[in-house]
């Protein structure tokens, strides 16, 4: 099923990443704008923090409601608290490259994905990708090589399973998560060109959001598409399910190409659609 019956709640952005629905609002960062904002399903929005000296990526909500946000180029996690942003971890040791995406789990465990390499990427870049288990101790551990730009991260709500989104891979890796937090490889599914942010609904089906495709698409536990969000003539970057009962897909998007991008230039947008199953997991 194809269509595209979006409502606009939020316009005129640069770049919009990382939605996580938490305590009644959708949180994201404007990555270009180097901002953590929110807003409600009104679209009444909120510039809750600016980074000073590093660009803003993933998201993710700690057990006890802080956020946490990492950021791409010094390697970095914070906590934000207070109104504040407060150290949380350091991950210029672990990480071999930029880090991006992120996802924290119910138990308080932070998932990030390093590219392994530099942006802009290198044209010759291979499957130098890892992800970084970074526990609420604040110790760091690698638990996934192997991947091809990993990008949007999300996990099951019963912490047995992670997903997560390779761009240059064009599928989505999916993992088996040990009590410990390990990742056991299990299998690749295909997900739409240049697949960047990820939700998991309460089926076990995986929203992705293509790239390349201008599309948000919904792939079943076999990896059919059984759904497709248009968004014609825009990027589509990520997504997430919140709202009442998490029935409502919050797709960001962008009028941009990875050109423009490198040029900064780019226009943000976060539209909103009815899914007919609700959300489940992380985020």
Do not use: Q
Request: net charge negative; glycine share 12%.
């Amino acid at each position: 099923m194809t269509e595209t019956g979006l409502t606009t709640l939020l316009d005129g952005g640069k770049y919009y990443e990382a939605p996580r629905w938490h305590d009644g609002r959708l949180w994201f960062v404007d990555c270009l704008a180097r901002t953590l904002l929110s807003i409600d399903l009104t679209g009444e929005c909120r510039t809750h923090a600016t980074f000073e000296d590093d660009t803003p990526c993933g998201t993710g909500v700690l057990p006890d409601g802080r956020l946490v946000i990492l950021t791409m180029f010094r390697k970095r996690l914070f906590v934000f608290e207070r109104s504040k942003l407060v150290p949380y971890a350091d991950l210029s040791g672990a990480a071999t490259g930029v880090i991006d995406d992120m996802i924290v789990d119910g138990l308080g465990r932070a998932y990030v994905g390093d590219l392994g390499f530099k942006l802009p990427p290198p044209s010759r870049r291979g499957a130098d990708g890892r992800i970084i288990l970074v526990m609420p101790d604040g110790t760091a551990r690698i638990v996934a090589e192997g991947l091809r730009f990993p990008n949007g991260i999300a996990i099951s709500a019963d912490h047995r399973r992670l997903v997560v989104a390779e761009m240059d891979g064009e599928c989505v890796a999916d993992y088996e998560i040990a009590p410990d937090g390990d990742l056991k490889f299990l299998r690749r599914l295909p997900c739409g060109r240049e697949p960047d942010g990820i939700c998991l609904d309460s089926a076990g089906a995986v929203w992705v959001a293509a790239y390349a495709e201008d599309a948000f698409i919904r792939i079943d536990d076999k990896g059919m598409e059984v759904r497709r969000v248009r968004v014609p003539g825009r990027r589509a970057i990520a997504c997430a399910l919140g709202g009442d009962e998490r029935r409502t897909l919050f797709c960001l998007s962008a009028a941009t190409s990875h050109e423009d991008l490198g040029r900064g230039k780019s226009s943000a947008r976060i539209d909103a659609i009815a899914a007919e199953v609700p959300g489940a997991g992380y985020p």
